[in-house]
């Protein structure tokens, strides 16, 4: 069993930074590909990065790619997505989520488990 808890939402303008966290419990963390999804009010949950278990290969939707970048620290068991030159079409409920087993990256189905997410909004 997996429990993931993001952290790091917020409101901020147009423009802005953020980071967000999402650390994971359990001691198989670096086994895990890791991705970061996103649902926006009345909207599916879309893909927005992800990471492998090493860290060294990345994957981002073509929507955020140049703004943000997802890393981790294996050693805390944390993942982290950093959030540059928000928009306000960035706004929703950011989750992180644990793939355990083989699958595509982009797609929720693939994904084991999930947090409870944090709120992004980002103003005009």
């Known amino acids: 069993q997996v429990q993931l808890v993001e952290s790091g939402g917020g409101l901020v303008q147009a423009g802005d930074s953020l980071r967000l966290s999402c650390a994971a419990s359990?001691?198989?963390?670096?086994?895990?590909?890791m991705g970061w999804f996103r649902q926006a009010p009345g909207k599916e949950r879309e893909f927005v990065a992800s990471?492998?278990?090493?860290?060294?290969?990345?994957y981002y939707a073509d929507s955020v790619k140049g703004r943000f970048t997802i890393s981790r620290d294996n050693a805390k068991n944390t993942v982290y997505l950093q959030m540059n030159s928000l928009k306000p079409e960035d706004t929703a409920v950011y989750y992180c989520?644990?793939?355990?087993?083989?699958?595509?990256?982009?797609?929720?189905?693939?994904?084991?488990?999930w947090g409870q997410g944090t709120q992004v909004t980002v103003s005009s």
């Open positions: 359990g001691r198989a963390f670096v086994t895990y590909a």
């Open positions: 989520a644990a793939k355990t087993r083989t699958g595509n990256s982009d797609s929720p189905g693939s994904y084991d488990y």
């Open positions: 990471i492998s278990g090493g860290g060294a290969s990345t």
